[in-house]
C-alpha cells in the first residue's frame, strides 16, 4: 500500500482503481478545460506571509456554515454518479464526513437515494436540488430531503444547460457502463471495482428511478439534463423553492456580483462562488479569482463560500483569507472515494485539515474565523477592482 501524504496521491491511486469513464467523467473539465485548469493554478499563484514568533498554541479551524458547526471549513460538494466511483460511494462519503464532523451534500443525480444516505447515518446531511421540468417530482424531491431531515437544501443555479465535456462522450458514458468490448476490456482490469459493484444492488440513479416519469434513458445523464432541467429558470422560481423548502437554502454557481446581490436579495442563507469545477462555462474566471469582489460586494448581508480547484489545506485558507467562509471540495473527495473507498474519504479530510492547520500556524493565527487578507502577500492575488 503506497503511502498517501497529498490529495495528488489520492488522484493517482483512484486513476488506477476506478474504470477510465468514471475517472474521466470526474477529472475533466468543459470544451478546453482552461478553466477547469485556471481554478487549480490561479490558487497557485497567491502567496503566502509568514509570521514567527506569534504563539501559535491552542488552534481551532472550527466555524459555523449556514448554522451548522463544523470542524473545519470545509463541506462535501454534491457531485452526480458518486456511487460509481466506488460502490455506494454516496453513502461512504456520508459516513466519513459525519464522523469527521463537516457535512455532506447529496446530489440530485447520485447513484444511493436520499433514503439510502439517511438510513446509514445519524447526522443530518444536505441535499442538492436542480431545477427541473417535472414540478411534482421536485416537490416530491424537496419531501423526501425534509422526511430524510436534511439540514440544508443546496441548489445549483448554473447547470440548466449542460457543458460538453468531450471525454464523457468519446467515453460513452453511462451508469452502470454499457457491455462494450472496450468497457469489458477496461473493466477486466478493475477487479477491486468490479468486486464492489457485485456487492451492491445501487447501480443506477436512485433517486430517479421509481420516482420520475417519462425519462426514456435512466442510464444517461446527457440525456436526463437534455429531457429534464428547465431553462427557464429564474429568481421567483428560487423564491418557490425557499418557500416550499422552508430551512436552510444555499445558492450554488454564483460567479458575477450582480448575480451575488440578487442571491441576498432572495433571503438565501449563504452562496458558493462555483463555476462548477469548470465542468460548465469554459472560459469563465477561476473560482479564486471571482470570489473577493463577491465577497467584498455582499458578504456583510449574506454567507460567501467558494468551490473549485481546492486541493490542498492550504487553497482552503486561501479562499478563507479573501473572504470565504466555506468551501465546498468535489474532486478531492472523489479522489479519495475512487482510491480507497470510506477510508481515503477520511484521508483526504485529514490531509486538508492537517495542512490548514499547519498553514494556518505559519501564518500566525490561531483561529480561522480571524484569518483575513493580511496573510497574503499584496498583488499575488485579485482585488475587487480586478487583477493587481
Ligand atoms: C464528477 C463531478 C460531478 C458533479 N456533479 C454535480 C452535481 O450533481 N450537482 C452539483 O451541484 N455540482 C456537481 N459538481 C460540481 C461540484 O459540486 C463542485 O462545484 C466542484 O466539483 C468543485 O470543484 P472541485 O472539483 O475542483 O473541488 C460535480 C463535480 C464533479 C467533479
Known amino acids: 500500500m503506497p503511502v498517501i501524504t497529498c490529495i495528488e496521491d489520492l488522484r493517482v491511486l483512484a486513476r488506477r482503481r476506478v474504470p477510465r469513464m468514471f475517472y474521466d467523467y470526474a477529472d475533466s473539465g468543459s470544451w478546453t478545460e482552461g478553466t477547469y485548469r485556471a481554478n487549480e493554478t490561479d490558487f497557485a499563484r497567491i502567496l503566502l506571509r509568514q509570521r514567527v514568533a506569534v504563539n501559535m498554541e491552542g488552534r481551532s479551524l472550527r466555524t459555523t456554515l ?14 452526480g454518479l458518486t456511487g460509481m466511483q466506488h460502490a455506494d460511494g454516496e453513502i461512504l462519503g456520508a459516513r466519513a464526513a459525519e464522523a469527521f464532523g463537516v457535512p455532506f451534500t447529496l446530489s440530485t443525480m447520485s447513484i444511493c437515494s436520499i433514503e439510502d444516505i439517511a438510513a446509514h447515518t445519524k447526522a443530518p446531511f444536505w441535499f442538492q436540488l436542480y431545477w427541473m421540468r417535472d414540478r411534482d417530482f421536485m416537490e416530491r424531491l424537496i419531501e423526501r430531503a425534509k422526511a430524510a431531515r436534511c439540514s440544508a437544501l443546496v441548489l445549483t443555479l448554473d447547470l440548466q444547460v449542460l457543458g ?10 453511462t451508469a452502470p457502463p454499457k457491455p462494450t468490448l472496450a468497457n469489458l476490456i477496461n473493466l477486466a482490469m478493475k477487479p477491486r471495482w468490479c468486486l464492489g459493484m457485485a456487492g451492491t444492488r445501487r447501480h443506477s440513479f436512485g ?20 429531457e429534464q432541467f428547465d431553462p427557464r429558470l429564474s429568481w421567483d422560481d428560487v423564491a418557490w423553492i425557499k418557500q416550499r423548502w422552508g430551512g436552510r437554502l444555499i445558492l450554488k454557481g454564483i460567479m458575477e456580483v450582480a448575480d451575488a446581490k440578487l442571491a441576498a436579495d432572495s433571503g438565501a442563507d449563504a452562496i458558493v462562488v462555483s463555476n462548477h469545477g469548470g465542468r460548465q462555462l469554459d472560459g469563465a474566471p477561476s473560482s479564486i479569482a471571482a470570489l473577493p469582489a463577491i465577497a467584498e460586494a455582499v458578504g456583510d448581508r449574506i454567507e460567501v463560500w467558494m468551490d473549485g480547484g481546492i ?31 470510506q477510508a481515503g474519504v477520511t484521508r483526504a479530510l485529514e490531509i486538508i485539515r492537517n495542512e490548514l492547520d499547519i498553514t494556518m500556524a505559519f501564518t500566525g493565527h490561531t483561529d480561522i474565523r480571524r484569518v483575513g487578507r493580511e496573510i497574503l502577500v ?3 492575488y485579485r482585488g475587487a477592482g480586478g487583477p493587481s
Not at 460538453?164 to 458514458?173: A, F, S, T, W, Y
Open 378 to 380: 499584496p498583488g499575488s
Open 207 to 226: 433517486n430517479l428511478v421509481g420516482h420520475a416519469k417519462g425519462v426514456s434513458d435512466m442510464s444517461s445523464l446527457g440525456t436526463w439534463t437534455k
Open 311 to 341: 486541493r490542498s489545506g492550504q487553497d482552503v485558507l486561501k479562499a478563507v483569507a479573501l473572504g470565504a467562509r466555506g468551501t465546498m471540495i468535489g474532486r478531492a473527495f472523489l479522489y479519495g472515494l475512487g482510491a480507497m473507498g
Open 66 to 79: 449556514a448554522g451548522q458547526d463544523c470542524a473545519m471549513p470545509v463541506v462535501i460538494a454534491p457531485t
Open 164 to 173: 460538453q465535456r468531450h471525454k464523457d462522450l468519446k467515453n460513452g458514458m
